[in-house]
């Protein structure tokens, strides 16, 4: 039996009455790369946002790996890699101190070998001591990439990964997070605009409207 690696059962979230999510309940087995789509404003960023913890929902529940966002969410965190929307680091950091912050919050083992490591595989590795307040959106999503993969996540939740990423930043994230190894069945909920590209990294798809879940398939 396949497991099944997010599920959410009539999910809800409102902000002072209003509804940005509606009774949303879904499926995603693990391994799957799912892509989010929807206008702004239709949900995408609210749903990852309670499934990593950010959020906490109004009505209905939601499960990672079998924690439960609400009850379980120290245990789900470690299990998790996550990139927001607009990229969430101290611009007065290094990349070194960003990740070691990061890597003690989430007890990630050999730390500076990790750490150095994953620097190489974004392209950063000249940039260790450079402030990130210096550096352009690609860097910064390079270095969320990074920050994504530093524990060895089960699950990704990505927030419009694609935005600032040239040419090569794309074959990147496709290389390191949209298109991940198949043997460690990690997977992958991303939200996104890019649709031209979806085909070339998901598995299926899932879109919302006006906060409701109105169209789910698998390729």
Same mark, same amino acid.
């Given at each position: 039996m396949t497991e099944i690696s997010i599920k959410t059962s009539h999910l809800t979230k409102r902000f002072q009455g209003? %509804?940005?999510?509606?009774?949303?309940? $879904?499926e995603i087995k693990r391994g799957e790369r799912i892509? =989010?789509?929807?206008?702004?404003?239709?949900?995408?960023?609210? =749903?990852?946002?309670?499934? #990593?913890?950010?959020? *906490? %929902?109004?009505?209905?529940?939601?499960? &990672?790996?079998g924690y439960d966002v609400v009850k379980n969410p120290n245990e789900l965190r470690g299990l998790i890699g996550v990139m927001q929307h607009q990229p969430m /680091?101290?611009?007065?950091?290094?990349?070194?101190?960003?990740? #070691? $912050?990061?890597? *003690?919050l989430y *007890? &990630?083992?050999?730390?500076? $070998?990790?750490?150095?490591?994953?620097? *190489?595989?974004?392209?950063?590795?000249?940039?260790?001591?450079?402030?990130?307040?210096?550096f352009s959106r690609g860097q910064k999503q390079r270095l969320m990439i990074a920050k994504c993969l530093l524990n060895?996540?089960?699950?990704?939740? /990505?927030?419009? %990964?694609?935005?600032?990423?040239?040419a090569n930043g794309l074959d990147l994230l496709d290389q390191l997070i949209l298109k991940p190894d198949s043997q460690r069945q990690i997977t992958v909920l991303s939200a996104t605009h890019r649709t031209e590209r979806i085909n070339d990294w998901a598995t299926g798809m899932i879109r919302v409207d006006d906060g409701k879940l109105v169209e789910s398939v698998t390729y």
């Open positions: 209003t %509804p940005a999510l509606v009774d949303v309940s $879904l892509a =989010l789509i929807g206008n702004n404003g239709s949900g995408k960023t609210t =749903l990852l946002s309670l499934l #990593n913890t950010l959020l *906490k %929902p109004s009505d209905g529940q939601a499960w &990672v790996h /680091l101290h611009t007065n950091f290094s990349p070194i101190e960003e990740l #070691n $912050l990061f890597a *003690k *007890k &990630v083992g050999d730390a500076d $070998l990790r750490i150095r490591e994953v620097l *190489k595989q974004v392209g950063l590795s000249r940039k260790v001591s450079a402030r990130i307040g210096e060895k996540p089960l699950v990704l939740l /990505l927030d419009e %990964p694609e935005i600032g990423l040239d």
